[in-house]
């Protein structure tokens, strides 16, 4: 709900599109799990014979990493896993898939090592979960599995009939705008350039833009789309439905309302994930009994008071001079995000007297940046979850005494 016309965006560069696609949003907005609906949309398509392309979606995101060599190897393991766990649905659907008992014994040959399963491929890194990754001994060289990998996408997925959708995700935990361009370009050939993969790039803080169009990278990336926050007025519906899917017996009464939740989202500054995080919390805190003996108004009452304690203790362990926590409240009120040229807006004489704050800020992760030498004028610079409860605490005056910097 709300998300209708960024979902059919996605869809028609999924399905239409010959770059890779990027999301650019802010953090907690929601980038990844609307891919995954794009994804699973567009495999509902092919099952309805509306269009001859079969999308498959990898088993999970794969978290950027500065080196390219292991994020290289994490994404052939992850490429074969979703082969392998979606072996039934790409035969029903007449796609090849050779050698894939070969594959799957070597996949799952593991080695115990010292602290629980520790498993190591002959190409280095990837992994099942943890330090988990497929043992060496089953015959496959890096380049031979690489080859079978590369085989089985083109034999699958011929030009035109689909593919496997990767999500490469967080591209901003590289946190300056070189270290995502080289490792981009380093994973170009071997990874962006896979015939039978569609790919979605995810960023946060402009990082996904101020790298998809960088030459090496022209007609490899798409332009990306803006992913915005899920619109206020759509959260009472957007929770209603998730409570529909989850609960148990009906009617149900769940121990954070639409209500409640329309709440945390605006203090969490429209973050979901931090929202969800947040309520899940609560739910945690308390024995069912509590939310039993409570009616819906004295529920919505404790997790208010719940959360009010949480932004008052993430505040009073925060201890930082007038100036910065100015700062932190200008930011707050100009919406979150800014960039290292703004530093004129937020009354300071030059860019380094400002960076000496923000990093302060960053000491009790109030906010957190990433680097562009570039494009200073890219909004790199964000509060965190933990910005917005402090935040929240200071402006409605939550502390006592009074606060320096208001």
């Known amino acids: 709900m709300g998300r209708e016309p960024d979902l059919r ?3 028609r ?3 239409e599109g010959d770059t890779h696609v990027v999301v650019e949003g802010p953090n907690g907005v929601g980038k990844t799990s609307l891919v995954a609906v794009a994804a699973w949309v567009a495999g509902e398509r092919f099952k309805r014979r509306e269009t001859r392309q079969l999308f498959v979606p990898l088993p999970e995101p794969l978290q950027i990493k500065e080196d390219a060599g292991e994020f290289i190897s994490d994404c052939y393991f992850a490429i074969a896993r979703a082969f392998l766990d979606n072996e039934d649905i790409l035969r029903r659907a007449d ?15 593991p080695m115990l090592g010292g602290k629980g399963l520790s498993i190591s491929t002959p190409w280095g890194g990837g992994g099942l979960s943890g330090s988990a990754t497929a043992n060496s001994s089953a015959g496959f060289s890096g380049a031979g599995f690489k080859a079978t990998i590369r085989t089985w996408l083109r034999e699958a997925f011929p030009e035109g009939t689909g593919g496997l959708v990767g999500v490469i995700d967080n591209l901003e935990l590289l946190e300056t705008s070189d270290a995502a361009r080289r490792l981009l370009e380093e994973i170009r050939d071997p990874v962006l350039q896979l015939s039978g ?3 979605v790039l995810c960023g946060a803080r402009g990082i996904a833009r101020s790298v998809a169009t960088t030459p090496r990278l022209n007609g490899v990336l798409s332009d990306p789309i803006e992913i915005a ?3 206020h007025q759509y959260i009472p519906d957007l929770i209603e439905a998730r409570l529909r899917q989850y609960s148990i017996r009906t009617p149900s009464r769940p121990p954070v309302s639409s ?3 329309e709440f945390v989202y605006e203090v969490s500054h429209k973050n979901l994930r931090d929202s969800l995080r947040h309520a899940q919390s609560y739910a945690a805190a308390y024995e069912a009994e509590f939310f039993l003996a409570k009616n819906d108004e004295q529920v919505h009452e404790s997790f208010v008071e719940w ?22 409240d200008d930011l707050a009120a100009s919406g979150g995000t800014c960039s290292p040229s703004d530093f004129d ?12 704050n923000v990093v302060e800020l960053e000491r009790y992760s109030l906010v957190i940046s990433s680097k562009d030498d570039d494009d200073q004028r890219r909004r790199s610079i964000e509060i965190t979850s933990k910005g917005w409860l402090v935040h929240y605490a200071r402006a409605q005056g939550l502390s006592a005494p009074s606060i320096p910097g208001l």
């Open 229 to 231: 926050p899920v619109d």
């Open 95 to 109: 796609r090849r898939i050779p050698r894939s008992r070969d594959v799957r014994r070597w996949l799952e040959s």
């Open 13 to 15: 560069r999924i399905e």
């Open 345 to 356: 807006s937020f009354g300071f004489n030059d860019r380094a007297h400002m960076r000496k």
């Open 307 to 328: 959360l009010q304690n949480l932004a008052v203790d993430n505040e009073r362990s925060v201890k930082m001079q007038p100036r910065t926590w100015r700062l932190l």
């Open 197 to 199: 993969m569609r790919w």
């Open 9 to 11: 965006a996605l869809l």
């Open 259 to 261: 209500s409640s939740f």
